[in-house]
């Protein structure tokens, strides 16, 4: 096991070591679900800290792991399971084929295009597509559904042999991948060098704003190296000749996510979004150290409510459960120091998942059915991105009497 090394220099600007704004302990690595015969063995544990960079602005972790840590092939994320992410993906999907006029000659190209769910769109109409996927499970069922899917992580190296194919992408997905990327750098001019002359990259992940207004620091982890502002964005995009030409806001997409357009630097005028976004960003405070500084603070104050809440509900032997064992479940239990001894077990629809164990607070992971052969009292809901979709599938859990527990922006009992 390699050890997690400090970060010396900004990741995007290489400018002087990031400023440290908050600390959520040593925390094990949160996708790492622990199998039913390894739970004797202790989990290793990581730093995790968040710093900001006072020259370009980017948040990202001070310390990090090595690549192969994190993307390994226990990695359990299937993306088709998330009802919402599949329509928002369909709707991006039109939007595109339209606005871009795609047809048999275009080619689109995904990077970390996961299971194909997306891609898979533009090949029922009939437009090329090429997925890159380092990921071998996800990558062998893209291929079983008929998308094309490069095995290899994606960088300027793969973009160049990719040109020398004679491959050119009319447009560039990049969904929720950027923040894992160690090199952004190299991840950015791949794009630069892949993408036609009149391309359109889009990239789309939450962003810092929505995790600082609502309390998000459960999307910290160490599989997160950054945490993107459209003004580190900006300053990355312009750095590889892309030019940011449009912002679009998605409050209710996994906290709150900005989907980026970047066009080769006067390819095309940006719309005014941009300007608008910038301008906000900045009214927020999120090009200056101040506004992080006090965030800190802020998150220790969630903490000790949720602890405390839990605590009592257990004192008044109520039984709690929690609903999803994604990776910032186990930032918010590890963080808060909750375990086995507050919540009985987690449930989960992804059959990937069950039968293991949340990493470090060793909750057991449960089919969803689990809740109403149990009932318990109140169900935590660590998918709380995702609240209004579990609360509605969980309409018979709750008309039998249970309560939700929303732990973000305040604990809330529901
Ligand atoms: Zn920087």
């Not at 982890?221 to 459209?230: A, G, K, L, P, W």
């Not at 900005?258 to 009214?283: F, N, T, Y």
């Not at 809440?309 to 479940?329: N, P, V």
């Not at 449960?366 to 609240?387: F, G, S, T």
Request: aromatic fraction near 8%; charge should be negative; include cysteine.
């Amino acid at each position: 096991m390699s050890l997690a090394t400090e970060v010396t220099s900004c990741r995007s600007c290489g400018g002087e070591r990031p400023r440290p704004f908050l600390s959520l302990g040593a925390t094990p690595i949160a996708n790492r679900l622990v199998r039913a015969d390894a739970l004797d063995a202790v989990d290793p544990s990581f730093p995790l800290e968040v710093g900001f960079c006072e020259s370009c602005a980017l948040v990202q972790l001070t310390h990090v792991l090595p690549a192969d840590q994190i993307f390994d092939e226990d990695y359990p994320y299937f993306s088709s399971f998330s009802d919402m992410l599949v329509r928002h993906a369909e709707k991006h999907v039109i939007d595109l084929i339209e606005s871009r006029n795609l047809g048999p000659d275009s080619l689109v190209v995904e990077v970390a295009s996961n299971d194909g769910y997306l891609l898979k769109a533009f090949v029922e109409r009939g437009i090329p597509v090429l997925g890159v996927e380092p990921t071998p499970g996800p990558a062998a069922a893209a291929r079983e559904i008929g998308v094309p899917t490069r095995e290899e992580f994606f960088g300027a190296e793969l973009a160049q042999r990719l040109v020398d194919e004679g491959l050119r992408a009319d447009v560039i997905i990049a969904n929720n991948v950027m923040a894992h990327v160690p090199d952004l750098n190299s991840f950015v001019e791949g794009f630069s060098l892949l993408l036609k002359d009149d391309g359109v990259v889009s990239v789309e992940n939450p962003g810092v704003g929505a995790l600082l207004a609502h309390n998000e620091f459960d999307t910290v982890y160490h599989e997160h190296f950054c945490y993107f502002s459209t003004i580190a964005v900006e300053a990355l995009m312009r750095r590889h000749g892309l030019e940011l030409v449009g912002v679009t806001e998605f409050p209710e997409l996994h906290g709150g996510t900005l989907r980026w357009r970047m066009g080769r630097a006067g390819a095309a005028a940006p719309d005014d979004s941009v300007a608008r976004v910038l301008a906000a960003e900045r009214a927020a405070g999120l090009d200056s150290f101040e506004r992080y500084g006090s965030f800190g603070a802020e998150v220790s104050e969630l903490q000790g409510e949720l602890r405390a809440l839990l605590t009592d509900l257990k004192a008044q032997g109520k039984t709690i459960a929690a609903y999803g064992a994604a990776a910032k479940g186990a930032t918010l239990l590890n963080s808060t120091g909750i375990n086995t001894e507050l919540i009985d077990f987690v449930v989960d629809r992804n059959v990937h998942k069950q039968g293991k164990y949340m990493p470090g607070a060793r909750l057991p992971i449960l089919p969803a059915e689990a809740l109403q052969e149990r009932q318990p009292d109140y169900l935590l809901l660590l998918a709380w991105n995702v609240k209004n979709e579990i609360m509605a599938q969980q309409a018979e859990y709750a008309a039998r009497g249970g309560k939700f527990i929303v732990p973000v922006p305040r604990p809330v009992v529901l």
